[in-house]
């Protein structure tokens, strides 16, 4: 009787804390339907996050077709998320990037082959030396067409690598742009020892990959 009421309790907690894990407003983030960001001047723009900002906008500034990358916060659940509230884990956002891109140069679909081979794609919840849900990988898509590109895409390279990705799919909510000197880091601290030893090695990597899409091969 004592061993069935400790498993009942084991069971119960179980419950308890897979229950706790979900909260309902970001369950309604990931189950609301996606907001499309109008082609303004001819450019649209594409969401993704992927572990430390710094190192996803330096990526994207490289590509030929992108005007320009903005760091900042998405896939949460709470309104004016900042850098220290969204290192809580606890906001649900992620550190993100705003692509602004002329699809009459580059196509989404690049651009999520782009973020694709900017990362471990089987690592969950953070890229590289940084962890936590506020690094982990999200694409966001605005219709139905993105999300399908998406699905396709990770289906490919699932089968490709044999991998599970670990990259979630978000409805686009909402940007929050991150704090100035967050902005084009990379760029302005190369000294930093985190861009010298984490930031850099990673953006050298993708252009290894990739380099027919580079700004500095056009």
């Not at 891109?101 to 690592?123: G, M, R």
């Amino acid at each position: 009787m004592n061993k069935l009421l400790v498993i009942v309790f084991v069971a119960m907690l179980f419950s308890c804390n897979n229950t706790a894990q979900v909260n309902p407003k970001q369950q309604d983030i990931m189950n609301a339907e996606p907001i499309e960001v109008a082609i303004q001047n001819g450019k649209a723009k594409a969401y993704f996050a992927s572990g430390c900002f710094w190192c996803v906008e330096a990526v994207y500034e490289s590509v030929i077709g992108v005007e320009e990358s903005i760091s900042g916060y998405a896939g949460g659940h709470t309104a004016n998320p900042t850098y220290e509230s969204s290192n809580t884990g606890r906001t649900g956002h992620a550190e993100a990037v705003e692509v602004i891109y002329d699809p009459k140069v580059v196509s989404f679909e690049t651009l999520l082959d782009v973020y694709f081979a900017s990362q471990n794609p089987a690592q969950v919840n953070g890229q590289g030396p940084d962890n936590g849900s506020q690094y982990r990988s999200i694409i966001f898509y605005q219709n139905a067409e993105q999300k399908a590109i998406i699905s396709k895409k990770i289906a490919a390279l699932e089968k490709q690598l044999d991998i599970k990705v670990a990259a979630e799919v978000y409805p686009f909510q909402k940007f929050w742009n991150a704090e100035d000197y967050h902005q084009n880091y990379e760029r302005l601290n190369p000294d930093n020892p985190y861009i010298q030893n984490v930031s850099i090695p990673r953006l050298n990597n993708f252009k290894r990959k990739m380099p027919e899409i580079l700004k500095a091969n056009h």
